[in-house]
């Protein structure tokens, strides 16, 4: 238990001072104008807040309760180092499929569209979610947890991990062609995520990979569209909205 509060505090330290890092480096060396101003982050970090508060009263005990009932199946080959990163891989392909169903079920776009209607990217917009689509993915994740056994330390590492490419992908850092190119082939990257905040809903509606770019190529959901610098981002037809009017937006009539 000590070492996963230590693991906790740091993930929570490091993920800190990455977004510091690329709020300041995509204002330095953005590929696209990076335009919304002050008001537009502190709106996203507002969100990043509220759901911040949910995390340790909520989600950090869903999970907790989960891995500590598990189904105790687990063949001694899936643990140490080659079960941490099954693990990541099992979680990772886990929140493809649930960010895949976030587009696809009409519930949950009504709490995941509050993502998409952000009219910039940058690195803030990695920590925009709605509370609902934040406590629903505990849940939805518990089981898994549950049904595989995974321990919460796995889950842990995986969250860090994933926090540092979401930021990453979110951001409007320029980067040199080849490095992203490279990049690509392993990990989500900004030329790759940026379509799939592309103001055009068959763009939206790909490109659903958080961690490994893999699954898009394995599950035929990437998107043939290329990133430019002037691309419109937000959810097509839509305007985006000050931060009560985001709380309210999922339960509101369409």
């Avoid at 690195?123 to 934040?134: D, I, M, T, Y």
């Avoid at 290329?226 to 981002?233: F, G, I, L, N, S």
């Amino acid at each position: 238990m000590e070492q996963l509060s230590g693991l906790l505090a740091f993930k929570v330290a490091a993920v800190l001072g990455w977004l510091v890092l690329l709020l300041a480096l995509e204002r330095m060396f953005p590929l696209a104008k990076v335009v919304g101003g002050f008001r537009r982050v502190a709106k996203n970090l507002s969100l990043a807040g509220f759901n911040a508060l949910l995390s340790p009263l909520i989600v950090v005990p869903v999970s907790a309760f989960a891995a500590s009932h598990a189904l105790g199946w687990r063949p001694p080959w899936w643990g140490g180092w080659t079960g941490l990163a099954l693990d990541i891989l099992v979680l990772d392909l886990w929140i493809y499929w649930w960010h895949r169903a976030n587009h696809e079920w009409p519930l949950l776009w009504r709490f995941h569209e509050v993502h998409h209607l952000d009219e910039f990217l940058d690195a803030s917009s990695a920590l925009r979610f709605h509370f609902g689509e934040v406590l629903m993915s505990s849940l939805a994740r518990a089981g898994v947890i549950l049904l595989l056994g995974i321990p919460l330390l796995s889950v842990v590492v995986f969250e860090t991990l994933l926090a540092f490419n979401t930021l990453f992908h979110h951001s409007d850092v320029r980067l040199p062609p080849k490095l992203e190119r490279a990049l690509s082939w392993i990990i989500v990257t900004p030329s790759i995520h940026w379509v799939h905040h592309h103001a055009v809903r068959r763009d939206t509606d790909s490109n659903y990979a958080a961690l490994l770019s893999v699954w898009d190529r394995l599950f035929a959901s990437r998107s043939p569209t290329v990133r430019t610098p002037e691309m419109p981002v937000g959810a097509e037809g839509l305007k985006d909205r000050g931060f009560a009017g985001l709380l309210a937006r999922p339960f509101e009539e369409r």
